[in-house]
């Protein structure tokens, strides 16, 4: 039997290039790159980009890399950009998280419209053209992805929804569908803890869910209120393989917060914000891309083993006790 790493090293090692990408780097006058999608295409690492430009509105441009760490070709003719007739993206697209199913990639993104932000979805061969299949949740909804396969005939979507009144908590949800149309049996998947908890109150998913041999592994962000702004940090949960509604594990402590430099400085310090990651043909090397500060992209590398390891060492289940997060619970 190998042993298990509870370790005292930090699990996730930063590139020592970050940031890997800058507003600089792109040709435009951009303010900020952040929150990239991540996929292997054409034997290339293809970021699709969040890039604001100085209008304060987003658009997603492909960026293409050989090694995924440096010599990055901003493809500015391969984007997408907001569709000025929809309600959905009256103020932008952010944050997609891409899974690829059979030959096309789905990109789940943000639409900010009319209403506020909501859970759009568009299809891709080629990150030439992107087919809108319109808005799979309303507002206030957001830090969503799609699994790359369908349990039982329907196809699962985690999502974030965000309740009207802030005491009862933003929590991880999922849902259903048959068609990628229709979305039901909305059910909370990973609540938000509550009272002094890293991730009380207000969390939501990172990087879409990535199948081990032991089930999803969730990488999500857990958000602290503090007096002097928000701290986005990371913690990890498990679904169960076959039936992603069941939580199996769930970490207690975070696994990477905003430290460097580049984390603390920018358009909102102290956010380390992912949407993707990928697993090297290893199984083993997982590079994780996110956006620091709101302001760059930047990476880090972990070995799945030792993240898997890390749920078995610093694992809670989530009790009923943790669903209530408003004062009276
Ligand atoms: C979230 C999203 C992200 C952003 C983060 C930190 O609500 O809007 O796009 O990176 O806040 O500002």
């Known amino acids: 039997m190998t042993e298990i790493d509870c370790g005292s090293r930090e699990i996730f090692v930063r590139s020592a290039q970050n940031p890997i990408l800058r507003g600089e780097d792109f040709p435009r006058m951009v303010n900020a790159v952040l929150n990239a999608?991540?996929?292997?295409?054409?034997?290339q690492?293809?970021?699709l980009v969040r890039v604001e430009d100085r209008t304060g509105l987003s658009s997603l441009v492909v960026a293409k890399s050989q090694n995924g760490v440096d010599n990055w070709e901003i493809d500015w003719d391969r984007r997408m950009t907001p569709d000025?007739?929809?309600?959905?993206?009256?103020?932008?697209?952010?944050?997609?998280?891409?899974?690829?199913?059979?030959?096309?990639?789905?990109?789940?993104y943000t639409g900010f419209g009319i209403g506020g932000p909501m859970v759009c979805l568009a299809v891709t061969r080629d990150f030439v053209s992107f087919e809108r299949q319109g808005v799979l949740q309303p507002p206030e909804d957001k830090d969503a992805a799609i699994f790359p396969r369908m349990f039982n005939g329907r196809w699962a979507l985690i999502h974030r929804p965000a309740p009207a009144a802030q005491e009862h908590g933003a929590h991880i949800w999922l849902s259903w569908s048959p068609d990628l149309r229709h979305w039901g049996d909305a059910a909370?998947?990973?609540?938000?803890?509550?009272?002094?908890?890293?991730?009380?109150?207000?969390?939501?998913?990172?990087?879409?869910?990535?199948?081990?041999?032991?089930?999803?592994?969730?990488?999500?962000?857990?958000?602290?209120?503090?007096?002097?702004?928000?701290?986005?940090r990371l913690g990890l949960?498990?679904?169960?393989?076959?039936?992603?509604?069941r939580l199996l594990r769930r970490?207690?402590?975070?696994?990477?917060?905003?430290?460097?430099?580049?984390?603390?400085?920018?358009?909102?310090?102290?956010?380390?914000?992912?949407?993707?990651?990928?697993?090297?043909?290893?199984?083993?090397?997982?590079?994780?891309?996110?956006?620091?500060?709101?302001?760059?992209?930047?990476?880090?590398?972990?070995?799945l083993?030792?993240?898997?390891?890390?749920?078995?060492?610093?694992?809670?289940?989530?009790?009923?006790?943790?669903?209530?997060?408003?004062?009276?619970?």
């Not at 999608?37 to 034997?43: I, K, P």
């Not at 007739?85 to 690829?100: C, H, K, M, Q, V």
């Not at 760059?296 to 972990?302: F, G, K, R, S, V």
Request: glycine share 12%; hydrophobic share 40%; aromatic share 10%.
């Open 45 to 47: 690492t293809l970021l």
């Open 37 to 43: 999608g991540v996929v292997r295409f054409e034997g």
């Open 188 to 232: 909370i998947l990973v609540p938000a803890r509550r009272g002094g908890w890293w991730d009380a109150n207000k969390i939501g998913l990172g990087p879409p869910p990535l199948e081990t041999a032991h089930g999803w592994l969730i990488c999500y962000h857990g958000v602290r209120t503090t007096a002097s702004g928000s701290i986005y």
């Open 237 to 245: 949960a498990l679904l169960d393989r076959d039936d992603p509604t």
């Open 84 to 108: 000025p007739d929809s309600f959905a993206e009256r103020w932008g697209i952010e944050d997609p998280r891409i899974t690829l199913v059979g030959d096309e990639y789905f990109i789940v």
């Open 305 to 329: 083993s030792r993240l898997l390891d890390h749920l078995e060492c610093h694992c809670s289940l989530a009790g009923p006790e943790e669903l209530l997060v408003g004062p009276n619970a």
């Open 251 to 303: 970490g207690t402590e975070w696994v990477f917060g905003p430290q460097a430099p580049y984390e603390l400085t920018g358009d909102v310090p102290g956010v380390v914000f992912p949407c993707g990651w990928l697993l090297e043909d290893d199984g083993e090397t997982l590079q994780m891309y996110y956006g620091a500060a709101d302001s760059t992209m930047c990476l880090a590398t972990a070995s």
